[in-house]
């Protein structure tokens, strides 16, 4: 077994590889923050933003490329004077990813030295073209279809793959939701069957033993119970063992009691028993049933035996946990004889029938729950009843959600074979509006649940968010569920239609030859009769068979569907490989057909070379950090329920995240760090062996078992297209802090997802973290669609770095980077900051570094048709307060924010045209990603035009001013003056 890399083990060989391998020679790990600070690291942080954003960093790199340089000096600097090459780091996150990976793959191809001249210029030949890196960047700025139109192969081509993708993901799932429908059918059939099979019932004998087989899987669930009352601690239950040892043998036991009520003698019995007789009769046996359970677990734990040799433990017979108990098993059998008349004792057959299927067994649930709540009232003043308290809070919060379930699940399921016999009497009226219904619902659903305007946060989290903001959200938070609902009466219908061929009601009512009265509710439910005894026979196998077909449908579709390749995401990381990692390619080779070439695509690993000389110089490379997002949505650790990830790094050394391995001070006790969970990129996600054997015949020679992952040549690693892609997979059910429990189900059933699951680089992925997808489908699905996805699976879920933060500042601030430059290309045209709030709000709370910017509130939106914006800054300045985690020794870092903004202003002719035409630029929606030529060139004019001015401001005609540190130093003196001021206040005189 091979341990994963730390957090420190990571930073350490990050800066060994970047500064040299002495450079923290002698560090001692508590002291490595501030080693990291003195070593004065640089970074370049690309937004995301998709191919706005891309556009728009093109434009910031080709700055850089060109400066500095004198006043009204046009010749680019050398390579060792550039200020791109000056920088450390690349951190990139979704649509910065796009171009921070082209820049990448053009330097593992080509020397920095001959990539420098081709960023900003092209040949002296006349009608020279661009380089060949940048022009087919132009070229494909319709990544997804660089050829548009619908009579185009690349439009039909992804459509194509669209629905081929779509139709093999409900392969899996539509077999999987019938295989639920049919447990849930069998289920109905079997709460109605079950009093039947015991003989001539006016002897009693079913209600006997049904009654018997309740009683016992109820003393079951209380003894446990008693059992979790008297622990605590670590030594208390899970919820686990909760959901094995209380909640499954409480609910089966509703199911029998559901069966003792329906048969003929317990019918018979509520209908000539007075209500207040079963009251009574109830809070008898509810007494002695508590009182059983009692005594049967102190025999078990043998203190029974203690108590028997000890006589002062007879004194706790007083005590009021004891007697409280009694008294709510009193409550427990009085409610429970409540809702056996109330349920049990109508007069219309078929509705009995209806209201025992829906209500009985979650009513012995509920009996329960009113139990403990009279336990809790009646004990609040003793020991330990505010951690009893919380304990019956939890397990009523269980006992509502089955029975919410169970009720919900049942009624669909019933409509679904009502509206089936409404088909069979000739109604398809009902049926056809059904399927309508269905495929709007879903349409919405498509078009507002992967839209950039719908949040996922509750509207008084977002008070500022527009009406069409507000109204795209509720539309996707309403088409969800109703289209859920619309499937599951769909999918029921079916299923009584072709495997049953009548409606179920007409099975469920034949059990107990139940008569329908004319003119009753009973009458308009089951309109299409009874079945004859020889079909009533045949609805169990009938049901077991299908869901056996359904099971091995699923199965088959689970181990050979793969939950990756089959997503969204293979469509669009070819082609963003094709488009921003083909294009500096140079002897590219693609398929003559489909103009794909799969050597596009390099490794990680290939993108930092061993030696150093072969990184530095002339051959100078950045140490590229892909953002992606670790979506924790089903979580534990309650302070992350609104990020609902974590940052999940990609780089050409390791693969992890920082915030996995929690480390407590003690068994069960107090978190106090987070150890941090790294493999490395040569082998991480890379392997395509699924792990295990598959025997067709006992007797064949079976394979040899894979090599080890160190050992494996055929494992290259994760690759730099496949990084890129889940660093912009925006659209996806599961989305960190923008995750909607209702929409994901909805885009799981769509099959839009852009994610990818790779295996845990934690421990518990020991055996999955070198591979490159799950081994079977079914799983992941399931937990795409209902948002289960957490950090403690051998497979976790990976999608957009946006979705925990967008700018790729965070993992650079951990890093303790002294000069940052960021460029946000985000979606903000109100300038409300909400990516950079983030980013500085987590920066804050996860490693206490606070990040105040200077003059913030200076940079202003677009201004309105014919207003020019003079003298507004297109940047600010950001000191971050290293010092307040690492000590007055750490040096303030610097941050030069660069922002999207159009002032009307100093922009060339070419960019005003454009903003002229598109009053939302340079913030149109992020779901355009097909750029035309124009548009493609205004970001890049407008990136490059901001951040030149920046610089040109900055360095003046100055000569000295040749280094990125001191132009970045010059920029940040008023916020460090500021910073200053406000830290050390003058003294005032006399004081």
Same mark, same amino acid.
């Given at each position: 077994?091979?341990?994963?890399?730390?957090?420190?083990?990571?930073?350490?060989?990050?800066?060994?590889?970047?500064?040299?391998?002495?450079?923290?020679?002698?560090?001692?790990? *508590?002291?490595?923050?501030?080693?990291?600070?003195?070593?004065?690291?640089?970074?370049?942080?690309?937004?995301?933003?998709?191919?706005?954003?891309?556009?728009?960093?093109?434009?910031?790199?080709?700055?850089?490329?060109?400066?500095?340089?004198?006043?009204?000096?046009?010749?680019?600097?050398?390579?060792?004077?550039?200020?791109?090459?000056?920088?450390?780091?690349?951190?990139?996150?979704?649509?910065? /990813?796009?171009?921070?990976?082209?820049?990448?793959?053009?330097?593992?191809?080509?020397?920095?030295?001959?990539?420098?001249?081709?960023?900003?210029?092209? +040949?002296?030949?006349?009608?020279?073209?661009?380089?060949?890196?940048?022009?087919? !960047?132009?070229?494909?700025?319709?990544?997804?279809?660089?050829?548009?139109?619908?009579?185009?192969?690349?439009?039909?081509?992804?459509?194509?793959?669209?629905?081929?993708?779509?139709?093999?993901?409900?392969?899996?799932?539509?077999?999987?939701?019938?295989? =639920?429908?049919?447990?849930?059918?069998?289920?109905?059939?079997?709460?109605?069957? !079950?009093?039947?099979?015991?003989?001539?019932?006016?002897?009693?004998?079913?209600?006997?033993?049904?009654?018997?087989?309740?009683?016992?899987?109820?003393?079951?669930?209380?003894?446990?119970?008693?059992?979790?009352?008297?622990?605590?601690?670590?030594?208390?239950?899970?919820?686990? $063992?909760?959901?094995?040892?209380?909640?499954?043998?409480?609910?089966?036991?509703?199911?029998?009691?559901?069966?003792?009520?329906?048969?003929?003698?317990?019918?018979?019995?509520?209908?000539?028993?007075?209500?207040?007789?079963?009251?009574?009769?109830? /809070?008898?046996?509810?007494?002695?049933?508590?009182?059983?359970?009692?005594?049967?677990?102190?025999?078990?734990?043998?203190?029974?035996?203690?108590?028997?040799?000890?006589?002062? &433990?007879?004194?706790?017979?007083?005590?009021?946990?004891?007697?409280?108990?009694?008294?709510?098993?009193?409550?427990?059998?009085?409610?429970?004889?409540?809702?056996?008349?109330?349920?049990?004792?109508?007069?219309?057959?078929?509705?009995?029938?209806?209201?025992?299927?829906?209500?009985? #067994?979650?009513?012995?649930?509920?009996?329960?729950?009113?139990?403990?709540?009279?336990?809790?009232?009646?004990?609040?003043?003793?020991?330990?009843?505010?951690?009893?308290? *919380?304990?019956?809070?939890?397990?009523?919060?269980?006992?509502?959600?089955?029975?919410?379930?169970?009720?919900?699940?049942?009624?669909?399921?019933?409509? /679904?074979?009502?509206?089936?016999?409404?088909?069979?009497?000739?109604?398809?009226?009902?049926?056809?509006?059904?399927?309508?219904?269905?495929?709007?619902?879903?349409?919405?659903?498509?078009?507002?649940?992967?839209?950039?305007?719908?949040?996922?946060?509750?509207?008084? $989290?977002?008070?500022?968010?527009?009406?069409? %903001?507000?109204?795209?959200?509720?539309?996707?938070?309403?088409?969800?569920?109703?289209?859920?609902?619309?499937?599951?009466?769909?999918?029921?219908?079916?299923?009584?239609?072709?495997?049953?061929?009548?409606?179920?009601?007409?099975?469920?009512?034949?059990?107990?030859?139940?008569?329908?009265?004319?003119?009753?509710?009973?009458?308009?439910?089951?309109?299409?009769?009874?079945?004859?005894?020889?079909?009533? =026979?045949?609805?169990?196998?009938?049901?077991?068979?299908?869901?056996?077909?359904?099971?091995?449908?699923?199965?088959?579709?689970?181990?050979?569907?793969?939950?990756?390749?089959?997503?969204?995401?293979?469509?669009?990381?070819?082609?963003?490989?094709?488009?921003?990692?083909?294009?500096?390619?140079?002897? &590219?080779?693609?398929?003559?057909?489909?103009?794909?070439?799969?050597?596009?695509?390099?490794?990680?690993?290939?993108?930092?070379?061993?030696?150093?000389?072969?990184?530095?110089?002339?051959?100078?490379?950045?140490?590229?950090?892909?953002?992606?997002?670790?979506?924790?949505?089903?979580?534990?650790?309650?302070?992350?329920?609104?990020?609902?990830?974590?940052?999940?790094?990609?780089?050409?050394?390791?693969?992890?995240?920082?915030?996995?391995?929690?480390?407590?001070? $003690?068994?069960?006790?107090?978190?106090?760090?987070?150890?941090?969970?790294?493999?490395?990129?040569?082998?991480?996600?890379?392997?395509?062996?699924?792990?295990?054997?598959?025997?067709?015949?006992?007797?064949?020679?079976?394979?040899?078992?894979?090599?080890?992952?160190?050992?494996?040549?055929?494992?290259?690693?994760?690759?730099?297209?496949?990084?890129? %892609?889940?660093?912009?997979?925006?659209?996806?059910?599961?989305?960190?802090?923008?995750?909607?429990?209702?929409?994901?189900?909805?885009?799981?059933?769509?099959?839009? &997802?852009?994610?990818?699951?790779?295996?845990?680089?934690?421990?518990?992925?020991?055996?999955?973290?070198?591979?490159?997808?799950?081994?079977?489908?079914?799983?992941?699905?399931?937990?795409?669609?209902?948002?289960?996805?957490?950090?403690?699976?051998?497979?976790?879920?990976?999608?957009?770095?946006?979705?925990?933060?967008?700018?790729?500042?965070?993992?650079?601030?951990?890093?303790?980077?002294?000069?940052?430059?960021?460029?946000?290309?985000?979606?903000?045209?109100?300038?409300?900051?909400?990516?950079?709030?983030?980013?500085?709000?987590?920066?804050?709370?996860?490693?206490?570094? #606070?990040?105040?910017?200077?003059?913030?509130?200076?940079?202003?939106?677009?201004?309105?048709? +014919?207003?020019?914006?003079?003298?507004?800054?297109?940047?600010?300045?950001?000191?971050?307060?290293?010092?307040?985690?690492?000590? #007055?020794?750490?040096?303030?870092?610097?941050?030069?924010?660069?922002?999207?903004?159009?002032?009307?202003?100093?922009?060339?002719?070419?960019?005003?045209?454009?903003?002229?035409?598109?009053?939302?630029?340079?913030?149109?929606?992020?779901?355009?990603?097909?750029?035309?030529?124009? $548009?493609?060139?205004?970001?890049?004019?407008?990136?490059?035009?901001?951040?030149?001015?920046?610089?040109?401001?900055?360095?003046?005609?100055?000569?000295?001013?040749?280094?990125?540190?001191?132009?970045?130093?010059?920029?940040?003196?008023?916020?460090?003056?500021?910073?200053?001021?406000?830290?050390?206040? #003058?003294?005032?005189?006399?004081?």
């Amino acid at each position: 077994m091979t341990n994963p890399l730390s957090t420190i083990e990571v930073l350490r060989a990050e800066a060994k590889s970047i500064h040299g391998d002495h450079v923290l020679d002698g560090v001692q790990d *508590e002291d490595l923050t501030l080693a990291l600070n003195t070593l004065e690291s640089t970074a370049l942080c690309l937004s995301g933003g998709g191919i706005r954003s891309a556009t728009f960093g093109l434009g910031i790199i080709q700055a850089l490329a060109a400066r500095p340089r004198p006043c009204k000096d046009f010749r680019l600097p050398p390579p060792d004077k550039a200020l791109l090459g000056q920088f450390n780091y690349l951190s990139t996150v979704s649509g910065g /990813g796009y171009i921070g990976s082209w820049l990448s793959a053009w330097l593992s191809r080509q020397p920095y030295a001959e990539v420098l001249p081709q960023l900003n210029t092209r +040949g002296h030949e006349v009608s020279a073209v661009e380089p060949t890196a940048i022009g087919d !960047l132009r070229r494909d700025s319709n990544y997804l279809t660089p050829k548009v139109g619908l009579v185009s192969a690349d439009t039909w081509a992804a459509a194509a793959m669209i629905l081929r993708n779509l139709l093999l993901n409900w392969v899996l799932l539509i077999p999987l939701f019938l295989l =639920s429908l049919v447990v849930v059918k069998l289920a109905a059939v079997g709460v109605a069957w !079950l009093s039947h099979p015991f003989g001539d019932q006016k002897y009693g004998l079913a209600l006997v033993i049904l009654a018997v087989i309740s009683l016992a899987l109820v003393l079951i669930g209380l003894r446990f119970t008693l059992r979790a009352m008297r622990l605590s601690g670590t030594a208390s239950p899970t919820q686990g $063992q909760f959901l094995k040892g209380n909640l499954l043998p409480m609910f089966l036991g509703g199911v029998a009691w559901t069966g003792a009520l329906d048969t003929t003698i317990g019918y018979q019995l509520l209908i000539v028993t007075p209500l207040a007789d079963l009251l009574v009769f109830g /809070g008898i046996l509810g007494f002695v049933v508590y009182g059983a359970a009692q005594l049967i677990t102190l025999l078990t734990t043998g203190e029974l035996f203690t108590a028997l040799l000890d006589l002062k &433990r007879w004194a706790r017979l007083k005590h009021r946990t004891t007697w409280g108990w009694l008294v709510a098993g009193i409550a427990y059998g009085a409610f429970l004889g409540f809702g056996a008349h109330v349920i049990g004792s109508g007069g219309d057959p078929a509705v009995r029938l209806l209201l025992l299927l829906l209500f009985a #067994p979650p009513w012995l649930l509920v009996s329960q729950l009113m139990a403990e709540t009279c336990y809790v009232a009646l004990t609040s003043n003793t020991p330990r009843s505010d951690e009893q308290r *919380e304990w019956f809070a939890r397990s009523a919060g269980w006992y509502l959600a089955t029975c919410i379930a169970w009720i919900a699940g049942v009624a669909l399921a019933l409509l /679904g074979s009502w509206t089936a016999g409404q088909v069979e009497l000739g109604t398809q009226a009902l049926f056809d509006w059904l399927v309508a219904g269905g495929g709007a619902t879903a349409m919405v659903g498509w078009l507002t649940g992967g839209s950039g305007r719908t949040s996922a946060q509750p509207s008084n $989290q977002a008070p500022n968010r527009s009406p069409v %903001a507000i109204a795209y959200n509720v539309a996707a938070s309403l088409s969800a569920p109703l289209f859920f609902a619309l499937l599951l009466v769909l999918g029921s219908a079916v299923i009584d239609l072709v495997v049953l061929r009548d409606s179920l009601f007409a099975y469920l009512i034949s059990y107990g030859n139940y008569l329908i009265l004319p003119d009753s509710a009973g009458s308009v439910l089951f309109q299409s009769g009874m079945v004859e005894a020889q079909e009533r =026979s045949m609805v169990v196998p009938l049901l077991v068979i299908a869901g056996v077909i359904l099971g091995i449908i699923a199965f088959f579709a689970s181990k050979y569907i793969n939950i990756n390749r089959f997503s969204l995401h293979g469509l669009y990381r070819n082609r963003l490989v094709r488009a921003f990692l083909g294009a500096s390619h140079i002897g &590219r080779k693609p398929d003559r057909f489909t103009g794909f070439d799969m050597d596009d695509n390099p490794t990680m690993q290939s993108l930092w070379p061993a030696k150093r000389e072969d990184r530095t110089g002339d051959n100078w490379r950045p140490f590229h950090v892909l953002n992606t997002t670790l979506n924790v949505i089903s979580t534990r650790n309650l302070a992350w329920q609104q990020r609902k990830g974590m940052s999940f790094t990609i780089t050409p050394l390791h693969s992890g995240a920082a915030s996995l391995c929690p480390l407590l001070d $003690q068994p069960g006790g107090t978190l106090v760090a987070y150890r941090g969970a790294f493999r490395p990129s040569s082998k991480y996600g890379g392997s395509s062996h699924s792990g295990r054997r598959f025997r067709l015949w006992p007797f064949a020679r079976q394979p040899k078992c894979p090599p080890r992952p160190e050992d494996d040549p055929t494992n290259p690693g994760i690759s730099l297209g496949t990084a890129m %892609a889940i660093s912009g997979a925006a659209v996806d059910p599961n989305a960190g802090y923008h995750s909607s429990p209702t929409v994901s189900l909805l885009l799981t059933l769509l099959n839009m &997802r852009l994610g990818w699951w790779l295996g845990n680089p934690a421990p518990v992925g020991e055996k999955s973290w070198y591979r490159n997808g799950p081994p079977t489908a079914a799983a992941p699905l399931v937990k795409d669609a209902f948002g289960l996805t957490t950090d403690d699976q051998p497979y976790v879920a990976l999608s957009d770095g946006g979705h925990f933060e967008d700018l790729g500042l965070y993992e650079m601030v951990r890093r303790r980077c002294r000069y940052i430059v960021v460029s946000d290309a985000g979606e903000d045209p109100t300038f409300t900051y909400s990516d950079l709030g983030m980013a500085v709000r987590k920066i804050g709370i996860d490693f206490g570094i #606070p990040i105040r910017f200077h003059e913030l509130q200076k940079m202003q939106p677009r201004p309105a048709p +014919g207003v020019t914006l003079t003298d507004v800054p297109y940047h600010a300045m950001g000191v971050i307060d290293y010092a307040m985690a690492d000590g #007055p020794a750490a040096k303030p870092g610097i941050i030069l924010y660069v922002k999207a903004s159009f002032h009307n202003c100093d922009e060339g002719a070419g960019v005003k045209a454009y903003a002229n035409a598109h009053p939302t630029f340079p913030h149109e929606s992020t779901t355009d990603q097909w750029f035309s030529e124009s $548009q493609f060139e205004s970001y890049r004019s407008l990136g490059f035009q901001i951040m030149d001015s920046i610089l040109a401001e900055a360095q003046g005609c100055a000569t000295d001013l040749a280094t990125l540190k001191q132009i970045l130093d010059r920029l940040a003196e008023p916020a460090l003056k500021e910073e200053c001021e406000e830290c050390d206040p #003058p003294v005032l005189q006399g004081a």
